[in-house]
Nanobody, 118 residues
């Protein structure tokens, strides 16, 4: 059974930082493209950042310069460092695991709430 468990969310003041973690089980973590997405109230889920098995990284243009995605294959864990947070970053942040081609497997965590106060 595949499980993705996020942690590290919480309430932070504007300008603050958070580090999110996502620990995976039930998959061969090292071969999956991992990613972070977020969904704010009343909005669609959107890409935050992804990191491939080869450590290629893609960031949402709107957030570049304020975040760092990384992975530790030895710990089956994905990280997201968020800096200079502002109230518009308030959302539920989700971890995603996408299987390597030709697999269409895609798994989601339950999400972790990030709330930024002004």
């Amino acid at each position: 059974q595949v499980q993705l468990v996020e942690s590290g969310g919480g309430l932070v003041q504007s300008g603050g930082s958070l580090r999110l973690s996502c620990t995976a089980s039930g998959i061969i973590f090292s071969i999956y493209t991992m990613g972070w997405y977020r969904q704010a109230p009343g909005k669609q889920r959107e890409l935050v950042a992804t990191i491939t098995r080869g450590f290629s990284i893609n960031y949402a243009e709107s957030m570049k310069g304020r975040l760092t995605i990384s992975r530790d294959n030895g710990k089956n864990t994905l990280y997201l460092q968020l800096n200079s947070l502002n109230p518009e970053d308030t959302a539920v942040y989700y971890c995603n695991a996408r299987g390597p081609v030709p697999s269409t497997a895609s798994y989601w965590g339950q999400g972790t709430q990030v709330t930024v106060s002004s």
